[in-house]
């Protein structure tokens, strides 16, 4: 115990988000851009890490989603503090080498950085993708259990790439969601925050659900919510999401983190993680722990 904080059971939720995270983005990533029919009429259900998928991944293989997502944790851990800058550099030097895959606007608001230094994207009506969701792990992690931190933190590293109001409004609802998992809250708690954003935004409402899982960080918060709510385990959260195609490997990733907070690490399935890339799993045990420890739970505050 650290102050009134059970270090140990936070460390475990979080370690079970950010692998969760990479096992819903390698899970997902086989199906992105297929539909439910395509999908059904070649797998049935579609329950396993194979890889393949239209970037032709590796088995265990991860996209931006889980990358960008390390690109933030770094920033962090190279600093020991929150610097926007730092974020912005490590996704300049992401795009630098060239990954699988990369988003139009998180392209856009990158190379922005790279050639003008521009830390805020200018506000825009139609980046409101799931580019900024997808990665706010750390973010929340490094700022348990403190709201305005959490706030901070998840808007600056947003805006670099995403200045919309419904993408902002997202990553607030899903980061103040992530925070209630850590601390052990149940779904009743956390499906008040979801309905709360469904009330303020009534964009997001996701009952009766509406089957789409598209890029629009409306559809991918709605098909995330709808299994998240529905489904009674971590593995049955995500064969869910990502079986609605789309942008699957995205809904995947949100869904995977959210799920992970909320059952913890003995629910996540052994096989999927034996199937990951090793390296990546490494790499998030590091920086969970640290990410963790340096949080104000984790100095007790």
């Known amino acids: 115990m650290v102050g009134r904080y059970n270090i140990e059971e936070i460390s475990d939720r979080a370690r079970a988000s950010f692998i969760g995270m990479a096992i819903g983005d390698a899970l997902g990533a086989t199906l992105e851009f297929m539909t439910v029919p395509e999908i059904a009429q070649k797998y049935g259900i579609f329950r396993d890490i194979v890889g393949g998928g239209w970037l032709r991944l590796k088995p265990g293989q991860v996209t931006d989603d889980t990358e960008m997502a390390l690109c933030v944790a770094r920033a962090i851990l190279q600093h020991q503090r929150w610097s926007t800058e730092a974020v912005a550099d490590n996704f300049a030097a992401w795009l630098k080498g060239r990954p699988t895959d990369c988003g139009d606007t998180c392209r856009k608001g990158i190379r922005r950085y790279m050639l003008h230094g ?81 009330t303020n935004f009534p964009t997001f409402k996701f009952d009766p659900y509406r089957g ?45 983190m959210l799920a992970g907070a909320y059952y913890g690490m003995d629910a996540v399935p052994k096989r999927w993680i034996k199937k990951m890339d090793v390296k990546v799993i490494t790499e998030i045990e590091h920086v969970v722990e640290r990410l963790i420890s340096a949080s104000p739970a984790g100095r007790g505050m």
């Open 118 to 198: 521009s830390l805020e994207a200018p506000p825009n009506e139609w980046d409101a993708g799931n580019g900024a969701a997808m990665r706010i792990l750390p973010a929340a992690l490094f700022s348990f259990p403190d709201k305005e931190l959490l706030k901070k933190y998840t808007l600056e590293q947003a805006h670099i790439t995403h200045n919309n109001p419904v993408s902002d409004a997202a990553c607030l609802a899903l980061g103040a969601m992530l925070h209630q998992a850590l601390r052990g809250d149940s779904k009743a708690q956390m499906r008040r925050t979801a309905d709360a954003l469904a």
């Open 212 to 256: 789409l899982a598209t890029g629009y960080v409306v559809d991918t918060v709605q098909t995330v919510f709808h299994w998240f709510f529905k489904a009674r385990s971590f593995e049955e959260c995500l064969v869910g999401t990502v079986n609605q195609g789309g942008d699957a490997d995205t809904t995947g990733a949100i869904c995977g």
